[in-house]
C-alpha cells in the first residue's frame, strides 16, 4: 500500500483584522433594580453543630466557596457586543438594615471525591473568615467579563454581575441587608465587529513531492 504523509494546515483568513480601529465607540449605559425581601433565618443541625442559613426573596443563586460563610446572591449575566469595553459599574442601595444572629452562617463544605468511595461533606469553617469582623463578602456587588461563543454561535462579551442583598460579619454575628439595589452599567461598544463572520475557509495542503511513489 501506498503511503503519503502529508501537512495540512488550516490558514483562517481575516484580511483586515489587524488594521480594525475601534474609534470613539458608541457609550451606552444599562441599569438593573432588584429588590430584596428582608433575609429569612433558618437553623440547622449539621453534624451535630448548629448553623444558620439565610434565605432572601430576590437572590437566584448562592455564594458558595470552601469554608467560607454560605451566602444568598444575585446574579445575572449580560451579552454585549464582542470587544465591549467596560467602562464602569456603579450602584444606589437601599438604607442598610442590621440583625444580630445567634449562630454562626454554615460553611461551605469542602469538595467531595468522585469516585464509588462515599464520604460526608466535611464542613470546616476557614479561620480566618469567620475571625473577621470585616463584611463577606467586602463588597454590594462584584463582577467580571469573559469572551466566547453565545448559544447562536456569535462572538460575544460576557458580562457577570453579582449582588449581594446579605453581607456577614461573623466575629460579630451580625449581618447587614438591603432591600433594594439599582445598578448602572456603562460601557462602550466597538463600532464594527472585530471578527467578522466568516464562512469560508482557506485550506492548504502541504506535501513534499519525495513522500509520493513514482
Not at 449562630?103 to 480566618?128: F, G, N, S
Amino acid at each position: 500500500m501506498n503511503r503519503l504523509s502529508f501537512l495540512v494546515v488550516g490558514l483562517l483568513l481575516f484580511s483586515s483584522f489587524a488594521a480594525i480601529s475601534f474609534g470613539a465607540g458608541i457609550n451606552k449605559t444599562i441599569t438593573i433594580h432588584i429588590d430584596f425581601l428582608s433575609p429569612q433565618i433558618v437553623e440547622k443541625t449539621i453534624q451535630d453543630k448548629k448553623y444558620i442559613e439565610l434565605k432572601v426573596d430576590g437572590a437566584n443563586a448562592v455564594l458558595h466557596h470552601k469554608g467560607e460563610p454560605i451566602l444568598p446572591i444575585y446574579s445575572k449575566t449580560i451579552e454585549l457586543p464582542f470587544g465591549t469595553k467596560i467602562l464602569d459599574v456603579t450602584y444606589k442601595i437601599s438604607d442598610v438594615k442590621t440583625m444580630t444572629i445567634s449562630e454562626k452562617i454554615t460553611p461551605a463544605p469542602q469538595p467531595v471525591r468522585y469516585d464509588m468511595k462515599y464520604e460526608k461533606p466535611k464542613y470546616i469553617m476557614d479561620q480566618q473568615t469567620y475571625g473577621s469582623s470585616e463584611p463577606y463578602p467586602s463588597g454590594w456587588i462584584s463582577y467580571y467579563t469573559g469572551g466566547g461563543l453565545n448559544t447562536d454561535d456569535k462572538h460575544t462579551t460576557f458580562l457577570t454581575i453579582r449582588s449581594s442583598p446579605v453581607r456577614y460579619s461573623p466575629a460579630t454575628d451580625t449581618i447587614s441587608y438591603i432591600e433594594s439595589i439599582d445598578i448602572t452599567v456603562r460601557f462602550d461598544k466597538p463600532d464594527r465587529d472585530i471578527l467578522p463572520t466568516v464562512n469560508t475557509y482557506d485550506l492548504v495542503i502541504i506535501t513534499p513531492s519525495k513522500l509520493y511513489d513514482s
